[in-house]
């Protein structure tokens, strides 16, 4: 971990000039650029709304900030962790022919959709405003549960990123675990309707814990839930630790596949 912090120190414009370019080749070619990101979960949250409005309005309040935020989540986890998957394999020709420290690839990835993701929550602030819901301090705490999801989505960023020189098929099969990831996510359901004895099997999602703590400082002006907090942040201390530990076992290796 230490060589980690002291080659981003080292090595920090370099890195940051991998996030903006990140962000730049997402948006390459497109007239209204990095406004999709905001486009993107409105233009969602409206065809969401129209088609299930009608069955979960009454057990859902404000239902337009309730399908926002949960996409919040969901898009940025899918996007961070797919970009990520992509970062070594897409950088091969600079990794063959200078220096650079090869985590700042998938770690730039997670990074640039953080930004982006961030933007989305113009929408959200856009829509609590029209719907006429109140503002308080306590929305600004949404940075704890962003924060930790970063934390997860490096520590996955990692894993899937070390794989995928190896094993090139893990990105059609991680399309999958993304598509369950996101029924088993309430992103446009209330958990309620969950049946009990398979919650617990839901709970275990990482996002779960995310999207709970995002919507009760966003919707319903209250700190987040401990349990969320202990959950989502021992998910991002196991994962983190796993993703850095797999990438420094093998990275000396990526050379020799890329």
């Known amino acids: 971990m230490t060589s980690y912090l002291l080659n981003l120190n080292k090595y920090k414009d370099l890195f940051i000039e991998l996030v903006i370019q990140d962000v730049k080749l997402k948006y390459r070619n497109s007239y209204i650029g990095?406004?999709?990101?905001?486009?993107?979960?409105?233009?969602?949250?409206?065809?969401?709304?129209?088609?299930f409005s009608a069955l979960f309005e009454r057990t859902i309040d404000n239902f337009p900030v309730y399908v926002l935020t949960g996409r919040l989540v969901y898009?940025?986890?899918?996007?961070?962790?797919?970009?990520?998957?992509?970062?070594?394999?897409?950088?091969?020709?600079l990794i063959k022919k200078v220096y650079v420290p090869k985590y700042f690839f998938p770690m730039s990835r997670v990074c640039s959709s953080f930004i982006t993701s961030c933007i989305s929550i113009v929408p959200i602030i856009i829509v609590m405003f029209?719907?006429?819901?109140?503002?308080s301090l306590y929305n600004?705490?949404?940075?704890?549960?962003?924060?930790?999801?970063?934390?997860?989505?490096?520590?996955?960023?990692?894993?899937?990123?070390?794989?995928?020189?190896?094993?090139?098929?893990i990105k059609h099969f991680y399309t999958i675990i993304l598509t369950m990831l996101m029924y088993?996510?309430?992103?446009?359901?209330?958990?309620?309707?969950?049946?009990?004895?398979?919650?617990?099997?839901?709970?275990l999602n990482p996002m779960f814990s995310i999207v709970g703590m995002v919507r009760d400082v966003v919707m319903y002006n209250m700190f987040p839930n401990l349990m969320d907090i202990?959950?989502?942040?021992?998910?991002?201390?196991?994962?983190?630790?796993?993703?850095l530990f797999i990438f420094y076992k093998n990275q000396d290796r990526f050379i020799l596949y890329l």
């Open 34 to 51: 990095i406004v999709w990101s905001m486009l993107n979960p409105i233009l969602m949250m409206i065809v969401l709304t129209i088609i």
């Open 130 to 135: 029209v719907t006429g819901m109140d503002f």
């Open 184 to 203: 088993a996510t309430p992103i446009f359901y209330p958990e309620e309707i969950i049946p009990e004895k398979y919650k617990f099997l839901i709970e």
């Open 75 to 93: 898009t940025y986890f899918s996007e961070a962790t797919n970009f990520a998957l992509e970062s070594l394999r897409s950088n091969s020709q």
């Open 140 to 169: 600004l705490l949404i940075i704890v549960p962003l924060s930790l999801l970063f934390a997860i989505c490096s520590g996955i960023g990692l894993i899937l990123s070390t794989i995928n020189v190896f094993f090139r098929d």
């Open 230 to 243: 202990l959950f989502a942040l021992f998910y991002s201390i196991i994962l983190l630790f796993i993703g």
